[in-house]
């Protein structure tokens, strides 16, 4: 079963480009975001980051040129349902099928709790509860301890809903 969303940058043109292997998973409203929008994003510094921490949503690196190792997706499995990170050789894994669970990375197993679609409205969500959302926190804090400019906030999982579309609805960039 294929989830293809119908998105700002469709599959069909990524996967005509160079760029076809590798995405950012960005949320389309920009919210508060003073760089760029928020990625999907391994908490920690590009190649300092670290997988055990899971994802989070983060200032995409997109203002810089390109996009960071640790936001980096392979477009091939979002097309399978699954948000695998080549650099990382990782899986997103969400830690349950409740509200409020955490979007954790972990060796790829093809697991339920690995099955992830991102539909033609714009949600992510587990394929075994598609009622909740990947959601981007409301809370903003900004990285180096509030020094950085970028731009951090938490993810989890939620209830889809429309009053919080801006932060449960995404969109792929091509790097």
Not at 153 to 159: A, D, W, Y
């Amino acid at each position: 079963m294929k989830f293809i969303a119908a998105l700002t940058v469709s599959f069909a043109t990524l996967a005509s480009t160079a760029a076809a292997d590798s995405v950012e998973v960005m949320l389309t409203d920009r919210l508060d975001g003073n760089l760029d929008f928020y990625c999907l994003d391994i908490s920690g510094s590009k190649t300092n980051a670290n997988v055990e921490n899971g994802l989070q949503t983060h200032t995409c690196y997109g203002y810089q040129g390109e996009a960071g190792v640790d936001q980096v997706f392979d477009l091939a499995s979002i097309e399978e349902a699954r948000l695998y990170m080549p650099e990382w050789d990782v899986c997103a894994t969400v830690s349950d099928l409740a509200v409020g669970a955490s979007i954790e990375l972990a060796a790829c197993d093809g697991g339920d709790m690995q099955n992830i679609a991102l539909t033609d409205d714009g949600h992510l969500s587990p394929i075994s509860a598609m009622d909740l959302c990947f959601t981007a926190g409301e809370e903003t804090t900004r990285g180096r301890g509030g020094t950085s400019d970028h731009q951090i906030k938490s993810l989890t999982l939620q209830t889809c809903s429309d009053d919080r579309a801006g932060y449960q609805t995404w969109e792929l960039r091509a790097e």
